[in-house]
């Protein structure tokens, strides 16, 4: 739970630091020109060499070396708050790769057995809400109080007096202070976005518990019990399938006598598997089909109910 707000405010940091961003950004009609004379070309390419130094943890020469006309395009105040940048973002990756290597082994555990991988979905649905409810909480905050808000963040990863600059500061031209406002809120975006889908109130795992016939009388809108018929001998090509009956209803690959629910009569309920009477198979997928709607289930469900009645455990067709 925990960790997918991790997971999805990182992520979508790591978005943002992308070429692609950068010419998104400078090509809103918003957003300001240079007063002090960078060109559109000019600052893709500044900008674009200031992100891969932070991203792929370059040395700070990459960043020294870089000259506008016969001078240094950053000065020193600069270039010690870039490698403070570039800290501080390697941190926050590190703990993103740690955080999705966590979240992926605690999610293969939990869907690896059956009876865990409910537990799995109520945290993905809890992470979800706890993602939406911290995102919104800090992007309100800097709606309505950005100057209080950036100060703060600031404070928060950098040394007093580290992060302030001039206007003519090379920093400055590159990055004025819309695009950090955009960029909080393109990532308060994305990261709303993408956790109401770890909302999994519609989603279940399917267990056998569910597609049992007992007590389904008790359940309104179900469909009847599994079509079957009374044993006989089995025609030239057929199979008798009675062998190993399930605690539920359906018997797997055709396999198992099914048991009726209260008040049903109960005749004799094995299961012959005919090739000359195709009818018995077509019934039992129209039941599955049935089970499923009845259920409002989503497809996985419903593809589970579907190879559950199959013909001798190859899935069936839709």
């Not at 990261?191 to 597609?211: F, G, I, K, M």
Request: charged residues 15%; positive net charge; proline residues 7%.
């Amino acid at each position: 739970m925990l960790l997918l707000p991790v997971l999805l405010l990182l992520g979508s940091v790591r978005l943002l630091i992308t070429n692609k961003y950068l010419a998104f950004e400078y090509g809103k009609a918003s957003f300001p020109v240079d007063p002090f004379g960078f060109e559109l070309s000019q600052r893709l390419e500044f900008a674009s060499a200031n992100f891969r130094y932070v991203r792929e943890n370059q040395p700070i020469d990459a960043l020294a070396n870089q000259r506008l006309g016969d001078q240094p395009l950053y000065n020193a105040r600069e270039l010690k708050h870039m490698q403070d940048v570039q800290k501080v973002y390697q941190t926050a990756m590190r703990i993103w790769r740690l955080a999705l290597g966590l979240f992926l082994l605690a999610s293969m555990l939990l869907v690896w057995q059956e009876e865990t991988r409910q537990a799995l979905l109520v945290a993905l649905k809890a992470g979800g809400l706890l993602t939406v409810g911290l995102i919104a909480f800090v992007g309100l905050l800097a709606a309505i109080a950005w100057q209080a808000w950036f100060v703060v963040f600031h404070q928060v990863f950098f040394a007093s007096g580290t992060w302030k600059f001039n206007t003519f500061d090379t920093l400055i031209r590159l990055f004025p202070e819309k695009f950090w406002f955009d960029a909080v809120g393109t990532i308060s975006g994305l990261s709303l976005a993408v956790a109401p889908q770890a909302n999994t109130r519609n989603c279940h795992y399917p267990d056998a518990s569910w597609l049992g016939v007992a007590g389904r009388a008790n359940r309104p809108g179900w469909p009847d019990p599994l079509p079957a018929r009374s044993a006989r001998p089995p025609a030239a090509g057929g199979a008798l399938h009675a062998g190993r009956a399930p605690a539920h209803g359906i018997g797997g690959a055709g396999r198992g006598v099914h048991q009726a629910g209260p008040g049903q009569h109960q005749p004799d309920l094995v299961h012959v598997f005919d090739p000359a009477d195709p009818g018995l198979e077509n019934r039992r997928l129209d039941w599955a089909r049935s089970l499923a709607s009845a259920r409002g289930r989503d497809p996985l469900a419903a593809r589970e109910i579907l190879w559950r009645s199959s013909y001798n455990g190859q899935p069936a067709s839709p």
